[in-house]
């Protein structure tokens, strides 16, 4: 989307009761939310406390001297103070290229770094001790991974944010992480076509509407589309 029309966006979102918004350097909407929220501050239609802003650590910050500088890349476009919530995007490290559209690049284009994840979670947790953040978690982490963090971490992950939705419900990583008391948000409950079809191609990717005959349809009296998102968005 373009900046204006995301600001639009997330001002409509706002006056409509959205508080929780979702931000990652890779997505490119850093900027557009700190202008929004910003003009919404400034209005007077919500506080700071009233929100929660999540954002998260890209894959060629991990590892010692480059997490905090990060962060506050990411607080400086927010325009915030502190994040209410980072995460680790993701458990692999990548070295730094400035010729490569990583978010449209093939694997076989990008370099893969070795740096643990418990290195890049301590500095995760220095974070937390400077203020700059109030809780810190992961994001598309499987079992081992989180196991590796839990083994070495002062301070727990409070979150998990994880794929799931009807095609794919991902229950036992999500069941894994709840048995360690770490929450589970999950992002494209209702299907990425977009994001499948620039990986597999045009062919690739589902939308809401091939739910449309679920069974549940004749016992509620429902349309699937309705009832799929209101299991997977309420």
């Known amino acids: 989307a373009k900046p204006a029309d995301l600001e639009k966006a997330i001002l409509c979102a706002v006056d409509a009761g959205y508080r929780h918004i979702d931000c990652s350097p890779i997505f490119g909407n850093e900027d557009a939310v700190g202008i929004a929220l910003q003009m919404k501050f400034a209005y007077g239609s919500v506080k700071r406390e009233d929100m929660f802003i999540t954002s998260k650590l890209w894959n060629d910050c991990h590892g010692k001297g480059k997490v905090r500088s990060a962060c506050e890349e990411s607080l400086k476009k927010l325009k915030l103070k502190f994040l209410d919530l980072y995460l680790i995007q993701w458990p692999t490290a990548l070295q730094v290229q400035t010729n490569t559209n990583v978010s449209a690049a093939n694997s076989s284009d990008l370099i ?123």
């Open 112 to 234: 893969f770094e070795d740096t643990p994840i418990e290195e890049t979670w301590k500095e995760m947790e220095k974070l937390v001790d400077a203020g700059l953040v109030k809780s810190i978690g992961l994001s598309n982490f499987n079992e081992t991974q989180i196991e590796r963090v839990l083994k070495i971490c002062t301070i727990k992950p409070v979150m998990l944010q994880i794929e799931s939705s009807a095609n794919f419900l991902n229950e036992r990583l999500i069941e894994f992480a709840h048995s360690y008391g770490i929450q589970v948000t999950a992002y494209a409950p209702l299907g990425s076509p977009g994001m499948m079809q620039r990986v597999e191609g045009p062919s690739h990717g589902w939308k809401i509407e091939s739910f449309k005959n679920f069974p549940i349809d004749e016992t509620l009296g429902k349309r699937g589309q309705s009832v799929y998102a209101r299991a997977n968005c309420s």
